[in-house]
């Protein structure tokens, strides 16, 4: 091409932006919804920029409340109303807290197939298509654990360690081919239910777009969008914050449940939350334990706080959790981890439990909280602390998920 042939189209390229701009300045072209909220996914792509700050609801980081999608508006008339079950909750005879019934309150609008990944070899990007959560624990003001414990000059900080092993683990998951969110990119504090909350909002967000493509639109969904960014920003995980919005706890509100149905669409997705464990007052215990959660004992651990804490008029307690996939992926961490690093076996009773942590029932992804170790024991720290042994976690952890997608 001739120089002054590329001077003349460079200049209408020019022209063209320019009155673009002006114009969409004067208000003649519509604003761009999709744009606006796929930059917000990407602009936060770790919830949390790098010098610390949150994304918080009401900037130009987040997207208008939903009830004014400009996207809708462009598409208005054609997009129906998402039907939204009205589901009544079960009540329990016993005097236990009621249940959500085991139904979503929603159509499948996502169809994954899981067959698809099967027996893809490693060769060939085999996690493409998936997303990987990936949520080093604590950060900021929380360091997690310490060793030696409350020390001001630790030697060991947990939430370093979590986030090095996090790093590694998403390198090596992007080899695969899979998309990975770091919840956390830097020494940032977010409350548990931030980092819910973000993911809830992220997912909530793509089924938006997703329905828009099939054709419909839901109010109800969008509504939940401000609610979310309500806990992002109360962005706290103690009780006399004045409460953590949408994830109260005990039981879920219709809202929630909603959400956590809209998740459990996203079989293509995972919540991965890395740790490292301590025991203050014993030493020799070490070892790497996975934690995850099922329906039942969601339901048996709510009872048990709403007795506690004499929550007569607790909400339904949500029991549609991704149970045989959440044991399966729990099952796929631990055996890998330990192929590559046999002296992080744990030796006491159970070291894949089913518990009702925040960050397992909060969500509707297939999910595990990984205790790589005990800060606490001499073994378990040198591990944690070296890069070469972090490298294996991190290899342990995304040859779990290859497994868990291509070799069922
Ligand atoms: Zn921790």
């Not at 609801?57 to 208005?76: C, I």
């Amino acid at each position: 091409m001739s120089a002054k042939r590329s001077r003349l189209i460079l200049s209408i390229l020019m022209l063209v932006s320019l009155l673009t701009v002006l114009l969409s300045v004067v208000g003649f072209l519509p604003e761009d919804g999709t744009a606006q909220k796929l930059g917000w996914i990407s602009a936060g792509g770790q919830a949390g920029g790098s010098d610390g700050a949150v994304d918080q609801p009401g900037t130009d980081q987040s997207p208008d409340s939903g009830l004014e999608d400009p996207k809708a508006e462009v598409a208005a008339g054609d997009l129906a109303e998402f039907p939204v079950a009205d589901l009544v909750p079960a009540d329990d005879p016993s005097g236990q807290l009621d249940s959500w019934p085991a139904q979503s309150s929603i159509e499948r609008v996502r169809e994954v197939d899981l067959a698809s990944w099967t027996g893809r070899t490693k060769d060939q990007a085999p996690l493409t298509g998936i997303t990987i959560f990936l949520d080093p624990g604590h950060g900021g003001q929380d360091t997690g654990a310490l060793y030696p414990a409350h020390s001001s000059d630790p030697t060991a900080i947990e939430s370093e360690i979590n986030l090095e092993v996090a790093q590694k683990v998403r390198t090596e998951l992007e080899a695969l081919g899979a998309t990975v969110i770091l919840i956390r990119e830097s020494d940032i504090w977010q409350s548990i239910f931030y980092r819910i909350a973000w993911t809830g909002r992220y997912l909530a967000e793509q089924f938006l777009a997703e329905l828009a493509d099939a054709g419909f639109e839901s109010g109800k969904i969008e509504d939940l969008i401000p609610l979310l960014d309500q806990v992002m920003l109360i962005n706290s995980d103690s009780d006399a914050s004045g409460g953590r919005g949408l994830m109260s706890g005990e039981g879920a509100s219709e809202e929630l449940k909603l959400l956590l149905d809209v998740q459990a669409q996203y079989e293509d997705a995972l919540y991965l939350s890395i740790h490292c464990n301590a025991l203050d007052d014993d030493s020799s215990v070490r070892g790497l334990q996975v934690f995850y959660l099922t329906g039942a004992t969601a339901y048996a651990r709510e009872n048990e706080l709403a007795v506690d804490r004499g929550l007569a008029n607790a909400a339904p307690v949500y029991r549609m959790y991704q149970d045989a996939a959440r044991k399966k992926l729990a099952r796929l961490v631990q055996d890998s981890i330990l192929e590559r690093l046999p002296a992080l076996k744990y030796e006491g009773q159970k070291s894949l439990i089913d518990e009702n942590y925040a960050v397992l029932r909060e969500l509707n992804l297939a999910s595990v909280l990984i205790e790589l170790g005990f800060i606490s024991n001499a073994s378990d720290r040198a591990l944690l602390l070296d890069p070469a042994s972090q490298q294996q976690m991190a290899a342990g952890i995304a040859e779990a998920v290859y497994h868990y997608y291509c070799l069922p």
